[in-house]
């Protein structure tokens, strides 16, 4: 149940023998937190400035605090008041008044909190383990992503040396072979570092993203090394090449190294002609 406190204040009346009314009495209101709706309060009167701050009596262990604040503050607030003092963070303070917990939600007026009222300080257990594991977890995050920003910067270094070596064997020129390999290695080295970062969310993100840009750049260091060892056409434009046209071609065949037989035809002519029978005359 809510019960309003009301404050009248008596105008003065004037009696007008015009009209012969006498003033009426006007009270304004306004809506405190919570609900409750009260008297507005003039700001510029003292009385009022004196009520607005309580005096708490809060007891922690085997020591006792006193604590100035506005009755319209919650717990929280008076929480945060009690962490400077006490050293104890917010969340793991427990507020106990007249036996009860109370939220850190909850005004302390509308609890029932008053000027020299005792409350109870305890400290909770279950939200100092919950608070000691998320600071745990938030500087494994700040180490992973720490160190995800050193390999970056080194991969940055490394990626300049990448771009030179490219640029002088794209033109047909030739680097030394341990110069590649050594920036190979150093890559591998960085890739080995980014094995090694456990994370999550948005840092494992982090750390893919930079998994995959060393590994392009060893593979970009593959290529070059293999152009940069096979021999390039214009190193033999000086030397004389055999010109395979000027050289002759010897062509042999049998029928000059052995005598010639008169053809077939020739001989069967021959022989089958018939000899010209001449008529001779003799002589005594």
């Not at 290529?223 to 000086?238: A, C, E, V, W």
């Amino acid at each position: 149940m809510i019960r309003m406190r009301t404050k009248t204040s008596t105008k003065s009346m004037s009696e007008s023998s015009d009209s012969g009314s006498i003033g009426s009495e006007q009270v304004e209101w306004e809506l405190r937190p919570g609900g409750m709706l009260v008297q507005k309060r003039d700001p510029d009167s003292d009385g009022d400035r004196a009520a607005s701050i309580i005096k708490l009596r809060v007891k922690y262990g085997s020591s006792l605090h006193e604590i100035h604040i506005s009755p319209q503050a919650t717990f929280g607030d008076l929480k945060k008041l009690l962490s400077a003092q006490t050293g104890l963070h917010p969340q793991e303070q427990k507020l106990l008044f007249k036996g009860k917990e109370r939220d850190s939600k909850a005004y302390l007026d509308i609890s029932g909190v008053k000027d020299r009222s005792k409350i109870v300080l305890i400290e909770d257990p279950i939200n100092r383990e919950r608070r000691y594991l998320e600071i745990r977890k938030n500087a494994k995050v700040e180490r992973a992503s720490k160190s995800i920003c050193e390999v970056s910067l080194e991969v940055d270094k490394l990626a300049s040396q990448v771009s030179a070596l490219e640029s002088v064997i794209s033109k047909g020129g030739k680097v030394a072979e341990n110069d590649v390999l050594n920036l190979i290695e150093l890559l591998m080295t960085q890739l080995i570092k980014l094995d090694g970062v456990i994370a999550d969310g948005d840092v494992k993100l982090q750390r893919k993203m930079q998994v995959r840009r060393v590994q392009k750049y060893v593979e970009t260091l593959d290529l070059l090394k293999i152009k940069n060892s096979t021999p390039s056409l214009h190193h033999h434009r000086g030397v004389p090449q055999p010109d395979t046209a000027a050289v002759p071609v010897v062509v042999t065949t049998k029928w000059e190294t052995f005598d010639s037989a008169p053809a077939p035809s020739s001989l069967t002519t021959t022989t089958a002609a018939t000899p010209k029978l001449l008529d001779w005359e003799f002589f005594e």
